[in-house]
């Protein structure tokens, strides 16, 4: 193995050259990063038992070689986007659940296999020999690949392979550092099955300690730790949902305004009020602009086919949180071009009784039309009609009801706000129908609102004029 250096040095070197990304519902094989061992971490794995080396069949051992030596090609994934006409709703991280093992249930590894989060010890080791073993990702994950404590004059090298599910070892990458300097690889994998390749290069009964340490704590964008990275977001108005595994993770999102529309963003925070763990930029060209929590922000109009690129990183004043999870909103700003909300069949209570706009016993049939700021319909948008149907004091009590935009930016439903006690009480002279009528009439004042769930301030209501007035007909009776 020692004339392979070269090789698998040079190997280590192409496999980084592969950009990868996470296709919006496919993930790829990340490149990992070699780089210095967090202790924290290797400190707070259980230890593992000493092992004994294994044989390597020669048919195995060559495609490992084959595949380390970049005979065989690293597998990656264009990152995908869906055009503007594909339905988008809102991206939300799938539960982990549904991560499951990309392995066949028939699957059995080339090698023996070993627990993840422990730290496994080797003795007696000689120079060249071949350490291979397998082990499984039950869901997505963030690792620390490690190959520590090596025993003085000890060289060994750490490769890391994804089988296929068919017994076909795929190459990732490999760390080689001089002497019996530390060994690991630190990044983002999908579920699947992997095996570690230890070579001692040189060796007279040494020993060293070796595992991988699983975070899966992370969401479904990674991995997106660098603007080359960065998760492309469809083109209509999207809603992510993220989360910050650690201090020193930053996610990146890019954007393109493909008929050079109008782009908004916004961050937001879960129910508990998180928004302060994270802070929200923006890039300028030149800059990364901070958005200050709380405020959107707008480019009113940008050249077609430029991609608008934002990130998300922790705040340092805050102690992070990795179960909290931001909301984030990017894409063409939407515009509401017409709405309708109509109730069902009654005698409406005059305006002079009180001024109530919109009218209904039980239902509501509400429909809305967006488009982005060229006119392109927005379509698998949310809106959502608000209702409070029973003013009791100053504090609003919404029911929220949502529909979904089609291809042509329109969304059709119906709300049922039920039946009703009547506050007020008034009798209303009806002929309508060409008969005279008195109408023994109960209801109550109440309001709606339309909003859009990804993306605050627009629809109608608002700052100034926060509702449309509604009267709920309780109860309607002839008399005479």
Not at 224 to 248: C, E, H, I, R, W
Request: proline share 6%; aromatic share 10%.
């Amino acid at each position: 193995m020692k004339s392979k250096k070269a090789l698998m040095l040079g190997a280590a070197m192409m496999a980084s050259c592969f950009v990868s990304a996470f296709a919006l519902a496919e993930p790829t094989l990340p490149t990992l990063t070699p780089g210095t061992v967090d202790q924290a971490v290797i400190d707070a794995m259980k230890p593992g038992g000493t092992l004994t080396p294994v044989p390597i069949p020669d048919d195995v051992l060559q495609k490992l070689l084959d595949a380390k030596n970049g005979k065989v090609k690293p597998a990656t994934q264009a990152a995908k986007s869906a055009p503007f006409n594909t339905a988008v709703n809102v991206l939300k991280k799938p539960s982990q659940a549904n991560l499951k093992s990309a392995a066949v249930a028939a699957f059995e590894p080339l090698f023996p296999t070993l627990d993840i989060n422990t730290l496994y010890t080797i003795s007696d080791v000689q120079t060249g020999q071949e350490f291979p073993y397998h082990f499984n990702l039950p869901n997505n994950a963030r690792v620390l690949m490690q190959l520590i404590n090596q025993s003085a004059g000890s060289d060994m090298s750490l490769t890391l392979f994804r089988d296929d599910g068919q017994g076909n070892p795929q190459f990732i990458a490999t760390s080689d550092n001089p002497g019996n300097t530390d060994e690991y690889l630190d990044g983002v994998l999908p579920a699947g099955d992997y095996y570690w390749f230890m070579v001692a290069k040189a060796a007279s009964n040494g020993q060293f300690s070796f595992g991988v340490a699983v975070d899966s704590n992370i969401d479904a964008f990674e991995p997106n730790d660098t603007a080359q990275t960065a998760f492309v977001l469809p083109d209509s108005m999207n809603k992510v949902s993220g989360n910050l595994d650690n201090a020193n993770d930053v996610d990146y999102f890019d954007f393109k305004a493909v008929r050079g529309q109008s782009v908004s963003m916004y961050l937001a925070g879960d129910e508990s009020g998180s928004r302060n763990q994270w802070i929200f930029d923006r890039f300028d060209g030149v800059n990364w602009i901070t958005v200050p929590a709380g405020s959107t922000s707008t480019y009113p109009s940008v050249a077609p086919g430029t991609t608008v690129k934002v990130r998300v990183r922790a705040n340092p004043a805050v102690v992070q949180d990795p179960s909290k999870y931001y909301q984030l909103s990017l894409g063409s700003t939407p515009r509401l071009n017409t709405h309708d909300v109509k109730g069902d069949n009654i005698v409406r209570v005059p305006v002079g009784e009180m001024p109530l706009a919109t009218q209904t016993a039980r239902l509501l049939n509400w429909s809305t039309q967006w488009s982005d700021s060229t006119g392109a319909p927005l379509l698998g948008v949310t809106p959502v009609l608000r209702v409070d149907n029973h003013f009791i004091d100053f504090n609003y009590r919404w029911v929220d009801y949502q529909a979904t935009t089609n291809s042509a930016g329109v969304s059709n439903a119906t709300a049922n706000i039920g039946t009703c006690f009547g506050d007020y009480h008034t009798v209303i002279n009806d002929s309508s129908t060409g008969v005279p009528y008195k109408w023994d009439t109960t209801y109550n004042q109440g309001g709606w609102r339309i909003e859009l769930a990804e993306f605050p301030g627009v629809g109608v209501g608002g700052a100034n004029v926060q509702y449309v007035s509604l009267g709920h007909i309780c109860t309607q009776t002839i008399v005479h």
